[in-house]
């Protein structure tokens, strides 16, 4: 069983939609939780840290379940920029961040 | 202000060739990792140095793998006689701080083995 495990997708869906990704998490000691962004054949970039109180950073919410091993991001009002993958990622102990495969993330107009 | 900076950009190489890859992290960043990342997979844990120490080097796939940072800057990241299940894009990483600071990526040396 991998680490981090996504849906891999894709998600098509218009613009203006609402999407929502989940993720799970076999490690219960992970520390961290974070969203990152992969546009096509970019570096993957921080898009934002998961808190356990859940958080809000302007169309994207981050969730956390730490009960369930459960992490999620919602995307309200989609944009065609908002085309990617996201993946979902976990710091374990020793300073090592796990990716999951990421999901991918396609905005029509 | 200059990011993590990789180099080559795209190497392609026979099998059984050697290859090095470099990585200019972020001047100052303490932490740096390198990642390998296959077509539709997300990036894969190779190893990661805090400063000139290499801390943790169990992502490497075999002992072809071998990896330096020996002045805590400049990493270098050498595969010997590859084979074709090393070909993907290997992602350097680098961040300021020793736990839980936000990573910045290269944009990585597309490796193609033939």
């Known amino acids: 069983r991998k680490e981090v495990e996504q849906d891999p997708g894709p998600f098509n869906v218009p613009e203006g939609a609402t999407v929502a990704f989940n993720c799970t998490y076999s490690n219960s000691a992970s520390q961290s939780f974070f969203w990152y962004r992969q546009d096509c054949r970019k570096e993957p970039k921080l898009l934002m840290s998961?808190?356990?109180s859940g958080n809000e950073d302007g169309r994207f919410t981050a969730q956390l379940n730490r009960a369930s091993q459960y992490i999620s991001l919602l995307i309200r009002d989609s944009k065609l920029s908002d085309s990617a993958t996201y993946l979902c990622?976990?710091?374990?102990?020793?300073?090592?961040?796990?990716f999951g495969a990421g999901t991918i993330l396609r905005v029509k107009s | 202000g200059a990011g993590v900076s990789q180099s080559p950009r795209y190497k392609v190489a026979k099998r059984g060739q050697d290859v090095a890859l470099r990585c200019d992290p972020i001047?100052?960043?303490?932490?740096l990792f390198w990642y390998q990342q296959a077509l539709g997979q997300g990036p894969e844990f190779l190893t990661y140095f805090q400063n000139e120490a290499q801390l943790d080097k169990s992502g490497l796939p075999s002992d072809r793998f071998f990896a330096e940072r020996p002045e805590g800057s400049v990493s270098t990241l050498k595969i010997q006689r590859t084979q074709q299940e090393d070909s993907a894009v290997y992602l350097c990483?680098?961040?300021?701080?020793?736990?839980?600071?936000?990573?910045?990526f290269g944009n990585g040396t597309r490796l193609t083995v033939t």
């Open positions: 990483a680098s961040s300021p701080g020793v736990t839980n600071s936000p990573l910045h």
């Open positions: 990622v976990v710091l374990e102990y020793g300073n090592k961040l796990v």
């Open positions: 001047s100052g960043h303490v932490s």
């Open positions: 998961v808190y356990s």
